[in-house]
């Protein structure tokens, strides 16, 4: 049994969302899946424009916005049902929300005020409409498919915006609502990134949160597989926008797809793997539209993870843009103990992630989102001493196996990189990542310098996949 997740941009359209039908009723043929899926693509976007356009009294933006959501969906649905009666009935929902999310943007409007729990109420309906097309479409067509609200089982904390799930209440919820089903053969189709408080308050896991109800369902259901199913082939040696040669990945162990996910990939959510490495699950990454290939197995089996030694042990370079860089210089870190802790319990007060950081005994060199820097942080860091800051920068981080053990790597690395100017370096403090800042102008030269140095050799084809599309 397994657990299928589609991304956005597999449900996005009539085409794209009748494929994953394809994709379902082929899994259907081994096992009963539980379906999981996300909003389809640009409608969180646009209900997280509405949410504001609500909360600043806009409501001819936000009604026009909400009519553009609804209308999506109708189209879908004209697309894709035949049955008049149920195209009827799932019309009605459809009507049914577009009229709850109406009522909502009135409330916030009468309020005069957008709270992170209005905010999730938004973001909750691109998941509840996409799921009742789904759901509606598969039935159209012949298959035993039962649609469960999410917010029924996926029971959370109130920390709206950023909820955890309370485990043991979930586990249980899912065995006594959506196991009984599976064992009957009958599809389930639920949603993604939402989930309830116990009082019935809706919540969001946050962006990218369905990769992780994926999971969480999967370990609850004590599932043998978890599928990711996006728009690439898998987890890439790097993001194919910017080397075209990048290929996909085809076994990978838990810990450096964890690595990757926090260093910027955007194949899977970073709290994706907790779940499945807590019950041992293989992850696997697939593309909805080229379903026959083979992807990337993220596991940490060693009869799959046999076999696959490659040259140079990197796997993946990730790149993640929009960052600054802070130096910080100061005489009294030297030989002085608290120094540290001082520093970063202003990033805590300001509630600013460090990126990536380097030290010497009188300077720390660090990165922070672009978005979260303010002048406040920085007249706080300047009672430290001077600080130095430049805008525009990217992190670039080579991941592999025990990198850190492996010799010649690292001269590999920045032989290949004699024609970058690199800003900052820093070891990973896990054996899997080695980290660099540039200039965004230099991120191409860089990654493509460093994918022709690890990826273009013959002794990678093992572990190593053309993409699909690209044959």
Known sequence: MAVMKFGGTSVGTAKAMQQAIS???????????????????????????????????????????????????VELVDELIKSDALKKDVSARIELLGGRLEMLIKGVDIVGELTERSRDMFCSFGELLSTTVFAAAMKDQGYKVEWIDVRTVMITDDNFGFARPLNDQCEENVKRIISPLLQQGTVVVTQGYIGATRDGRTTTLGRGGSDFSAALLGAWLNDNAIQIWTDVDGV???????????????????????????????????????????????????????????????????????????????KSIAV????????????????????????????????????????????????????????????????????????????????????????????????????????????GASEINVGFVVEEPEVVTAVNNLHREFFSGPQNRGIFEIPAGSR
């Open 236 to 314: 890439m040696t790097c993001d194919p926008r910017l080397v075209p040669e990048a290929r996909s990945i085809r076994v990978m162990t838990f810990s450096e797809a964890a690595e990757l996910a926090y260093l910027g990939a955007k194949v899977l959510h970073p709290d994706t793997i907790a779940p499945a490495v807590q019950k041992n699950i293989p992850v696997y990454v697939l593309n909805s539209v080229h379903p026959d290939a083979k992807g990337t197995i993220i596991t940490n089996d060693p009869e799959r993870l046999s076999g696959m030694s490659y040259d140079g042990l990197v």
């Open 320 to 427: 993640k843009k929009g960052q600054c860089l802070i130096n910080v210089r100061s005489n009294r870190m030297f030989g002085r103990h608290g120094f540290m802790l001082e520093l970063f319990d202003i990033f805590a007060r300001y509630s600013v992630s460090v990126e990536m950081i380097s030290t010497s005994e009188v300077s720390v060199s660090l990165t922070v989102d672009e978005r979260s820097f303010s002048d406040e942080l920085i007249q706080g860091l300047k009672n430290f001493g001077e600080v130095e800051i430049e805008h525009g920068v990217a992190t670039i981080s080579v991941v592999g196996d025990n990198l850190r053990m492996s010799r010649g790597v690292a001269g590999r690395i920045f032989s290949a990189l004699k024609d970058v100017n690199l800003r900052m370096i820093s070891q």
């Open 23 to 73: 994709i379902v009723a082929r899994e259907k043929e081994n096992a009963v899946p539980l379906v999981v899926l996300s909003a389809c693509s640009g409608i969180t976007n646009k209900l997280v424009r509405i949410a504001d356009a609500a909360g600043r009294s806009n409501l001819d933006e936000a009604t026009a916005l909400a009519a553009e959501v609804k209308r999506h969906h």
